[in-house]
C-alpha cells in the first residue's frame, strides 16, 4: 500500500486554499487548485511540480480513496457543479462529513485527517439534495421537442397499415382462393391480441425503440440489437418497395417522367421533409391518411350498392365453386401466413412513442386495429363478389387490383382517385419508414450500439440530419443495386416484420417474469401473449415454405446490418487488437509507431471514459455483484458509480460501503465510486444526479422497481433497468 501511495497523485480542490491532508504512512501534502505539489515532510517523496489534470481517472481503475463529501447549495450556485465535475474525475482522499466544509466555499480548507483515510479502489461521496429545486425531467430521446396528438400519430402508423390494402387481396386470394377473406380476418384477430401485447409494454416501458426498447430492458444490449437488425431492415425494405410502387401508380396515370430514377426523387424529398421535424412530416401524414380512408370509404360504399342495385352476384358463385388445389386448412393457414403482410406498421408506433403526447399511444393502437379490422376482410369479399379469381391472383393486375375493381363497380372515375390514392398514401409509408428509423437510430446510438455522428442534430430544426441522409443513401444505394426489382424486397421485408412482431410478444413475456413489478395501465394475459407469438411465427414459417429463396436474401441483409452494429459494440477490443499489431509492424519506426499507438490509445480511453451509475437501494453483494457483471459485459467502461438516495442516515445499509470495497477488490480492472445522496428518491433527484456527475440517463441504471416505489420507471426518463430487486 505503501507504494502505491507514493505513485498517489494530488488532488483538486473547490476552492483556492490548499489543501493539507495526510497519509495512513504519515507523508503530508499540499496542494492548491493548480494540482501542484508544494511540499512534503518525507525525503523520501521530496517532489516538486505538477502533475497534469487531463489524465483522467478511469485510466486507473482500483485507484482512489474512500470518504464521504458533504455538498451543499446544490443548484443555487452554477460553480459547484463545474468543481463537481473537476472532482469526478481525480481520485481524492476521505472526509469527515461532520468536519468538512461545503465545496464552493473557496476561503475554508477542508482537513483530511490520518484516521479518515483508508486506501480503496473507490472514492465515497455524499450530495446533499434536499429542499432544492428541481429542473423537470428529460426524456433520453429528446431530439425533436414537438409532441403530436392522437390523429397525427395514427396518421404516420396507418398510412403504413392500409397501405398494404392495395396488394394484400391479391396476395392472399393467391394463396387462400375463396377462403382468402377468412385468412384476413383470422390476422385481424391476431392484431387485437397485440393490441394488448403492444399496449403492455408501452405502458410499463414508454420509451422509443419498440422491440429493441423492451428487450434492452430484460435481457442483454446484445440481443436487442440483434432484435433492432430485424426493424433496421424491414424500415430500409418499406421504404424503397413504398417509393418504387407509388411511382408505379402515379407512372399509371402520368407517363411524363423517368420511371428508375423516380423513387429515388420521392426519397429525397421526404428526406428534406422529416429534416424540418415530425410535426411537419406528421401534418403531411394526417392529410394523406384522411384521402385515403375517404378513399376506401368510397370503394367500399359503391361497390357494395353496386351490388345490391344490380344483383349480380354470378362472380360471387363463380368464384365459390371453382375448383382448389388444397384443403381447406392449408388454404386457410397459407393464405393466413400471406395476410399478415396486411399489418405491417403496427409496430412503427412504438418506435416513437416519445414524440408522442400522454396517453396517445394505446389509441393509435386502437385506431389502426379499427382500420384493419373493417377494410381488410371488407375489401376481400367485395374483391371475390366482384372480380374474377383468376383475376385477382393475376401477377400481373395484383399491384392494381383495387383500382379494377373501382372501375368495374363505379366507374373510370374512381379507379383513378383510386390509383392518385395509392400514390399518396405509399408515399405515407415512405414518411413513416423515416419517423420510425430517426427515433430508432438516435436511441441505439445514444445507446452506443450505433456511430455517435449519427446524434448531431441541425441548428435550424434540430432534427438529426445524419440519421436522415445515411437513411436515404443506403436505401437509393439499395434500390441501385437491384436494379429497380424490389421483388426480393418486398419478400425480406415479411421475414423481418413477423420477427420483429414475435419478438415483441417474447419481450411481453420478459416483462412480465422479469419486470413483473413495475405498474402498466394495460395488462395482456399470458393465453393471450402465447396465442399471439405462436401465430406470428406460423405465419413466419407458412411464408418461408412460401418463397424459401426470401429467407437467404434476407439472411444476406440480417448479417450486414448486425456486422455494423457487432463492430460497434465490440470497438474498444478491435482497437486493443490493432493496437497490439501496430506496435508489433512499426517497432522499427519509433515516431510512427508513437503516433500510430497515441492515436488508438487516446480513442480507447475516450470510448471507456463513459462512466455509469448504477442506482443502488440495498447493500447485497450478489445484487451488487449482479449490477457489475451485467455492466462489465453490456458496456464499453471500466467505471461504475453506485449511488444510494436516503431521506434520513439510519436508511443507509449500514454494509454497503464496505460491500463496495470488497466488490472493488474483486474487479482490479473497473473502478467503483460509492455515493450517498441525501435527499428523496424520485425522478427530479436522478436528473439531477446526472446532470451533477454528467451523466445521460440511458447509463444510469436501476433494479426492477418495487409495486411500493410511488414513481412510474417511465417517468425517470430513460434509466434502464439490469436486474431483479
Not at 19 to 38: C, F, K, P, Q, W
Not at 125 to 141: M, N, Q, T, W
Not at 626 to 648: C, F, G, P, S
Given at each position: 500500500?505503501?507504494?502505491?501511495?507514493?505513485?498517489?497523485?494530488?488532488?483538486?480542490?473547490?476552492?483556492?486554499?490548499?489543501?493539507?491532508y495526510?497519509?495512513?504512512?504519515?507523508?503530508?501534502?499540499?496542494?492548491?487548485?493548480?494540482?501542484?505539489?508544494l511540499?512534503?515532510?518525507?525525503?523520501a517523496?521530496?517532489?516538486?511540480?505538477?502533475?497534469?489534470?487531463?489524465i483522467?481517472?478511469?485510466?486507473?481503475?482500483?485507484w482512489?480513496?474512500?470518504?464521504?463529501?458533504?455538498?451543499?447549495?446544490?443548484?443555487t450556485?452554477?460553480?459547484?457543479?463545474?468543481?463537481?465535475?473537476?472532482?469526478?474525475?481525480?481520485?481524492?482522499?476521505?472526509?469527515?462529513?461532520?468536519?468538512?466544509?461545503?465545496?464552493?466555499?473557496?476561503?475554508?480548507?477542508?482537513?483530511?485527517?490520518?484516521?479518515?483515510?483508508?486506501?480503496?479502489?473507490?472514492?465515497?461521496?455524499?450530495l446533499?439534495?434536499?429542499?432544492k429545486?428541481?429542473?423537470?425531467?428529460?426524456?433520453?430521446?429528446?431530439?425533436?421537442?414537438?409532441?403530436?396528438?392522437q390523429?397525427l400519430?395514427?396518421?404516420?402508423?396507418?398510412?403504413?397499415?392500409?397501405?398494404?390494402?392495395?396488394?394484400?387481396?391479391?396476395?392472399?386470394?393467391?394463396?387462400?382462393?375463396?377462403?382468402a377473406?377468412?385468412?384476413?380476418?383470422?390476422?385481424?384477430?391476431?392484431?387485437?391480441?397485440?393490441?394488448?401485447?403492444?399496449?403492455?409494454?408501452g405502458?410499463?416501458?414508454?420509451?422509443n425503440?419498440?422491440?429493441?426498447?423492451?428487450?434492452?430492458?430484460?435481457?442483454?444490449?446484445?440481443?436487442?440489437?440483434l432484435?433492432?437488425?430485424?426493424?433496421?431492415?424491414?424500415?430500409?425494405?418499406?421504404?424503397?418497395?413504398?417509393?418504387?410502387?407509388?411511382?408505379?401508380?402515379?407512372?399509371?396515370?402520368?407517363?411524363g417522367f423517368?420511371?428508375?430514377?423516380?423513387?429515388?426523387?420521392?426519397?429525397a424529398?421526404?428526406?428534406?421533409?422529416?429534416?424540418?421535424?415530425?410535426?411537419?412530416?406528421?401534418?403531411?401524414?394526417?392529410?394523406?391518411?384522411?384521402?385515403?380512408?375517404?378513399?376506401?370509404?368510397?370503394?367500399?360504399?359503391?361497390?357494395?350498392?353496386?351490388?345490391?342495385?344490380?344483383?349480380?352476384?354470378?362472380?360471387?358463385?363463380?368464384?365459390?365453386?371453382?375448383p382448389?388445389?388444397?384443403?381447406?386448412?392449408?388454404?386457410?393457414?397459407?393464405?393466413?401466413?400471406?395476410?399478415?403482410?396486411?399489418?405491417?406498421?403496427?409496430?412503427?408506433?412504438?418506435?416513437f412513442?416519445?414524440?408522442?403526447?400522454?396517453?396517445?399511444?394505446?389509441?393509435?393502437?386502437?385506431?389502426?386495429?379499427?382500420?384493419?379490422?373493417?377494410?381488410?376482410?371488407?375489401?376481400?369479399?367485395?374483391?371475390?363478389?366482384?372480380?374474377?379469381l383468376?383475376?385477382?391472383?393475376?401477377?400481373?393486375k395484383?399491384?392494381?387490383?383495387?383500382?379494377?375493381?373501382?372501375?368495374?363497380?363505379?366507374?373510370?372515375?374512381?379507379?383513378?382517385?383510386?390509383?392518385?390514392?395509392?400514390?399518396?398514401?405509399?408515399s405515407?409509408?415512405?414518411?413513416?419508414?423515416y419517423?420510425?428509423?430517426?427515433?430508432?437510430?438516435?436511441?441505439?446510438?445514444?445507446?452506443?450500439?450505433?456511430?455517435?455522428?449519427?446524434?448531431?442534430?441541425?441548428s435550424?430544426?434540430?432534427?438529426?440530419?445524419?440519421i436522415?441522409?445515411?437513411?436515404?443513401a443506403?436505401?437509393?444505394?439499395?434500390y441501385?443495386?437491384?436494379?429497380?426489382?424490389?421483388?426480393?424486397l418486398?419478400g425480406?421485408?415479411?421475414?423481418?416484420?413477423?420477427?420483429?412482431m414475435?419478438?415483441?410478444?417474447?419481450?411481453?413475456?420478459?416483462?412480465?417474469?422479469?419486470?413483473?413489478?413495475?405498474?402498466?395501465?394495460?395488462?395482456?394475459?399470458?393465453?393471450?401473449?402465447?396465442?399471439?407469438?405462436?401465430?406470428?411465427?406460423?405465419?413466419?414459417?407458412?411464408?418461408?415454405?412460401?418463397?424459401?429463396?426470401?429467407?437467404?436474401?434476407?439472411a444476406?441483409?440480417?448479417?450486414?446490418?448486425?456486422?455494423?452494429?457487432?463492430?460497434?459494440?465490440?470497438?474498444?477490443?478491435l482497437?486493443?487488437?490493432?493496437?497490439?499489431?501496430?506496435?508489433?509492424?512499426?517497432?522499427?519506426?519509433?515516431k510512427?509507431?508513437?503516433?500510430?499507438?497515441?492515436?488508438?490509445?487516446?480513442?480507447?480511453?475516450?470510448?471507456?471514459?463513459?462512466?455509469?451509475?448504477?442506482?443502488?437501494s440495498?447493500?447485497?453483494?450478489?445484487?451488487?455483484?449482479?449490477?457489475?457483471?451485467?455492466?462489465?459485459?453490456?458496456?464499453?467502461?471500466?467505471?461504475i458509480?453506485?449511488?444510494?438516495?436516503?431521506?434520513?442516515?439510519?436508511?443507509?445499509p449500514?454494509d454497503?460501503?464496505?460491500?463496495?470495497?470488497?466488490?472493488?477488490?474483486?474487479?482490479?480492472?473497473?473502478?467503483?465510486?460509492?455515493?450517498?445522496?441525501h435527499?428523496?428518491?424520485c425522478?427530479e433527484?436522478?436528473?439531477?444526479?446526472?446532470?451533477?456527475?454528467?451523466?445521460?440517463?440511458?447509463f444510469?441504471?436501476?433494479?426492477?422497481?418495487?409495486?411500493?416505489?410511488?414513481?412510474?420507471?417511465?417517468?425517470?426518463?430513460?434509466?434502464?433497468?439490469?436486474?431483479?430487486?
Amino acid at each position: 500500500m505503501g507504494d502505491r501511495d507514493n505513485e498517489r497523485r494530488p488532488l483538486l480542490n473547490s476552492g483556492n486554499q490548499p489543501t493539507e491532508y495526510s497519509h495512513t504512512n504519515g507523508h503530508n501534502v499540499r496542494v492548491d487548485m493548480n494540482n501542484a505539489i508544494l511540499s512534503t515532510n518525507n525525503n523520501a517523496l521530496n517532489t516538486s511540480g505538477t502533475v497534469p489534470t487531463s489524465i483522467p481517472s478511469y485510466q486507473f481503475p482500483g485507484w482512489g480513496k474512500s470518504g464521504t463529501l458533504s455538498i451543499s447549495h446544490v443548484g443555487t450556485n452554477p460553480s459547484p457543479l463545474g468543481d463537481m465535475a473537476n472532482m469526478a474525475d481525480i481520485p481524492y482522499p476521505s472526509i469527515n462529513s461532520e468536519e468538512a466544509t461545503p465545496i464552493n466555499d473557496p476561503n475554508e480548507p477542508m482537513e483530511f485527517k490520518e484516521e479518515d483515510v483508508t486506501l480503496l479502489g473507490r472514492k465515497d461521496e455524499s450530495l446533499d439534495l434536499r429542499g432544492k429545486a428541481h429542473d423537470p425531467v428529460k426524456p433520453v430521446d429528446a431530439s425533436d421537442p414537438h409532441k403530436i396528438g392522437q390523429w397525427l400519430a395514427t396518421a404516420i402508423c396507418g398510412n403504413d397499415i392500409t397501405s398494404s390494402i392495395f396488394y394484400t387481396t391479391s396476395i392472399c386470394a393467391t394463396s387462400a382462393g375463396k377462403w382468402a377473406p377468412v385468412s384476413l380476418l383470422l390476422v385481424c384477430l391476431v392484431l387485437y391480441l397485440y393490441r394488448k401485447v403492444y399496449g403492455e409494454v408501452g405502458s410499463a416501458l414508454p420509451l422509443n425503440g419498440g422491440a429493441y426498447n423492451i428487450l434492452l430492458n430484460t435481457t442483454t444490449k446484445l440481443v436487442a440489437s440483434l432484435a433492432a437488425c430485424l426493424t433496421l431492415i424491414s424500415y430500409i425494405a418499406t421504404a424503397v418497395v413504398s417509393a418504387q410502387n407509388a411511382m408505379l401508380y402515379l407512372y399509371g396515370l402520368w407517363d411524363g417522367f423517368n420511371l428508375f430514377w423516380s423513387p429515388i426523387v420521392l426519397l429525397a424529398f421526404f428526406a428534406l421533409l422529416n429534416m424540418m421535424g415530425i410535426g411537419e412530416s406528421a401534418k403531411v401524414a394526417l392529410g394523406i391518411f384522411v384521402v385515403h380512408m375517404v378513399t376506401l370509404l368510397m370503394l367500399v360504399f359503391g361497390t357494395f350498392i353496386e351490388l345490391l342495385i344490380h344483383r349480380d352476384w354470378s362472380v360471387l358463385l363463380d368464384n365459390w365453386h371453382a375448383p382448389t388445389h388444397t384443403d381447406f386448412i392449408t388454404s386457410i393457414y397459407f393464405g393466413f401466413g400471406a395476410a399478415m403482410l396486411g399489418i405491417s406498421g403496427f409496430e412503427t408506433s412504438s418506435n416513437f412513442i416519445e414524440q408522442q403526447k400522454p396517453g396517445v399511444f394505446p389509441k393509435t393502437l386502437r385506431n389502426m386495429w379499427i382500420a384493419v379490422t373493417f377494410f381488410n376482410p371488407v375489401i376481400g369479399v367485395l374483391a371475390i363478389a366482384t372480380l374474377p379469381l383468376a383475376t385477382i391472383t393475376d401477377p400481373n393486375k395484383s399491384a392494381g387490383i383495387l383500382s379494377t375493381m373501382a372501375q368495374k363497380s363505379v366507374g373510370p372515375w374512381l379507379s383513378k382517385v383510386v390509383s392518385i390514392d395509392a400514390f399518396l398514401v405509399l408515399s405515407g409509408s415512405v414518411i413513416t419508414s423515416y419517423v420510425g428509423i430517426i427515433g430508432l437510430a438516435r436511441r441505439m446510438s445514444l445507446d452506443r450500439c450505433l456511430p455517435q455522428f449519427l446524434l448531431h442534430v441541425n441548428s435550424f430544426r434540430r432534427t438529426n440530419h445524419w440519421i436522415i441522409i445515411v437513411f436515404f443513401a443506403v436505401c437509393s444505394l439499395l434500390y441501385i443495386m437491384v436494379d429497380g426489382n424490389v421483388e426480393t424486397l418486398a419478400g425480406v421485408y415479411t421475414i423481418a416484420f413477423l420477427g420483429v412482431m414475435s419478438l415483441f410478444a417474447m419481450g411481453n413475456m420478459l416483462l412480465k417474469y422479469k419486470r413483473s413489478s413495475i405498474p402498466r395501465a394495460i395488462r395482456a394475459s399470458w393465453p393471450a401473449v402465447a396465442v399471439a407469438l405462436c401465430s406470428t411465427v406460423a405465419g413466419l414459417i407458412a411464408t418461408i415454405i412460401t418463397n424459401p429463396l426470401n429467407l437467404q436474401y434476407f439472411a444476406i441483409y440480417f448479417v450486414g446490418t448486425a456486422f455494423i452494429i457487432g463492430v460497434t459494440l465490440i470497438r474498444t477490443k478491435l482497437l486493443k487488437i490493432m493496437l497490439f499489431f501496430a506496435q508489433i509492424i512499426l517497432r522499427r519506426f519509433i515516431k510512427t509507431r508513437d503516433r500510430v499507438t497515441n492515436s488508438i490509445s487516446d480513442a480507447i480511453k475516450k470510448i471507456n471514459s463513459q462512466s455509469v451509475v448504477f442506482l443502488a437501494s440495498k447493500d447485497d453483494p450478489a445484487y451488487l455483484n449482479k449490477a457489475i457483471l451485467y455492466v462489465r459485459d453490456n458496456e464499453q467502461t471500466n467505471w461504475i458509480r453506485i449511488v444510494h438516495v436516503y431521506e434520513d442516515e439510519s436508511q443507509i445499509p449500514p454494509d454497503l460501503s464496505k460491500n463496495v470495497e470488497f466488490l472493488d477488490h474483486c474487479y482490479p480492472k473497473i473502478r467503483l465510486d460509492l455515493i450517498t445522496v441525501h435527499g428523496v428518491f424520485c425522478p427530479e433527484t436522478v436528473e439531477k444526479i446526472g446532470e451533477i456527475l454528467d451523466i445521460p440517463k440511458n447509463f444510469m441504471f436501476i433494479a426492477c422497481p418495487k409495486e411500493r416505489l410511488p414513481h412510474h420507471i417511465g417517468e425517470f426518463g430513460g434509466v434502464r433497468m439490469i436486474t431483479s430487486f
